[in-house]
């Protein structure tokens, strides 16, 4: 109170006027220092919800299958063409070649993303298959998914409940869609062969051709992305 002159209005005034400076600055410091903060944590949340985003994408990747073949094949075109192999063997391939394409990108998200036991486990993943074995991704798969749905707050899955060895989500081959897009060619000859009889076997035939070659291009690209899951 010693600071406080309230002999006379000037007085009165100034002292108000200290007290209000003094109040606005430590509410300007105070709402600066909230911001920051609340800025940090808002790239914090970002970062963590990135990296959730990325980690469940690599785990629907090496996890999306309970059948078939659950192993990931490394081999490459040059190993195919160097066994001569037939084109049943070449259209497989290409299936176990998008596989393997997926794999080696989710596990390249882990590596760069994912703890240290996920990185351990993808390293020895991706150096099996540098060295041209087949790899199983169960391991990798269940420490994922323990440690997604532990981010997510979520209880581990109960004991109880059986749940098979995961493996690679499959994906569609090209096959279909090369013979789709022959198919419509075909109708596109024979519609153009019927116009000696009139017009609409011209138009028939080329509506064919057109909505087959529409269906090829959609399936028939060997380097179209994944689709997400």
Same mark, same amino acid.
């Given at each position: ?24 600055? %430590? ?24 990296? #959730? ?8 990747? #090496? ?27 070449? $259209?497989?391939? &290409? ?12 596990? $390249? ?12 486990? $993808? ?30 707050? #979520? ?21 279909? %869609?090369?013979? @789709?897009?022959?198919?419509?060619? @075909? ?12 017009? %609409?076997? &011209?138009?028939?035939?080329? $509506? ?11 399936? &028939?690209?060997? &380097?179209a992305p994944l689709g997400q899951v």
């Amino acid at each position: 109170m010693r600071t406080l002159d309230f002999s006379s209005w000037h007085a009165v005034l100034t002292t108000f006027l200290g007290l209000a400076v003094f109040t606005l600055l %430590g509410v300007g410091i105070r709402v600066l220092m909230m911001q920051t903060v609340q800025q940090r944590r808002e790239r914090m949340n970002r970062q963590i919800n990135e990296r #959730l985003r990325t980690l469940i994408a690599a785990y629907r990747t #090496l996890g999306g299958s309970f059948t078939g073949e659950l192993t990931v094949d490394p081999t490459h075109l040059r190993a195919l063409r160097a066994g001569a192999g037939t084109e049943s063997t070449a $259209a497989s391939f &290409d299936r176990a070649r998008r596989i393997r394409d997926a794999v080696e990108a989710a596990l $390249a998200d882990i590596l760069l993303l994912g703890t240290e036991e996920h990185c351990r486990l $993808a390293g020895q993943a991706a150096n099996d298959m540098a060295a041209g074995r087949p790899i199983h991704t169960a391991d990798l798969v269940i420490a994922l998914r323990s440690f997604i749905r532990e981010a997510l707050d #979520l209880g581990p899955v109960p004991a109880d409940v059986p749940i098979p060895l995961q493996g690679p989500t499959r994906t569609q081959g090209s096959g279909g %869609g090369r013979g @789709k897009g022959e198919g419509g060619s @075909k109708a596109e000859g024979g519609g153009g062969g019927n116009n000696m009889d009139g017009g %609409g076997g &011209d138009g028939r035939g080329m $509506a064919l051709g057109l909505g087959g070659g529409h269906r090829a291009g959609v399936h &028939d690209d060997p &380097d179209a992305p994944l689709g997400q899951v």
